[in-house]
T-cell receptor, first 111, second 116 residues
């Protein structure tokens, strides 16, 4: 079964610190992987998309990496800010035209 | 381009009633997806369209659920004879054909359904 896991479920970090969010998946034959942000009661905002042939993608303070052989992806957030507080979701396209999501990591940045 | 638009944003209905949600995708996107999300969980795939053709339906989509995309533009998701277990946020998303380049999938703000 193709599954996506995100641990921890919640994380609190003081403002200004760098942090890493983790995502693991059960099948290394992925098509791509996408990181999303979700604010309470809102829809999903796409942050980064990594193709299966890529190792990482960067956007501003965000950097996402992909290691297919180990079934892992990380989202690195530099110099965290209170506005970064949200739930971060990892989603994998296993090549079957739909995304399989993890349950997310709820991030709180403490001012 | 205003992104993926969904309405209504919130719907409260009595058990047994029918509800319909509408999704307007990003204009040039040929793929449209419906997902369902409950509290504390990640979104779960329901169905998707390539233009007007519905190509896949999840087993989560019971016979009470029907989705259409009649002209390959907007889509509707109808739930008949609603049950309390249908309470969730229904998310619509769109993208260009992901086979060719794995394009980003963009989500709307979601439609919250509460069945009382």
């Amino acid at each position: 079964k193709q599954e996506v896991t995100q641990i921890p479920a919640a994380l609190s970090v003081p403002e200004g610190e760098n942090l890493v969010l983790n995502c693991s998946f059960t099948d290394s034959a992925i098509y791509n992987l996408q990181w999303f942000r979700q604010d309470p009661g809102k829809g999903l905002t796409s942050l980064l998309l990594i193709q299966s042939s890529q190792r990482e993608q960067t956007s501003g303070r965000l950097n996402a990496s992909l290691d297919k052989s180990s079934g892992r992806s990380t989202l690195y957030i530099a110099a965290s800010q209170p506005g970064d507080s949200a739930t971060y979701l990892c989603a994998v396209n296993f090549g079957n035209e739909k995304l399989t999501f993890g349950t997310g990591t709820r991030l709180t940045i403490i001012p | 381009d205003t992104g993926v638009s969904q309405n209504p944003r919130h719907k409260i209905t009595k058990r047994g009633q029918n509800v319909t949600f509408r999704c307007d995708p990003i204009s040039e996107h040929n793929r449209l997806y419906w997902y369902r999300q409950t509290l504390g969980q990640g979104p779960e795939f329901l169905t998707y369209f390539q233009n007007e053709a519905q190509l896949e339906k999840s087993r989560l989509l019971s016979d009470r659920f029907s989705a259409e995309r009649p002209k390959g533009s907007f889509s509707t998701l109808e739930i008949q004879r609603t049950e309390q277990g249908d309470s969730a946020m229904y998310l619509c998303a769109s993208s260009l054909d992901t086979r060719t380049g794995g394009n980003t999938i963009y989500f709307g703000e979601g439609s919250w359904l509460t069945v009382v």
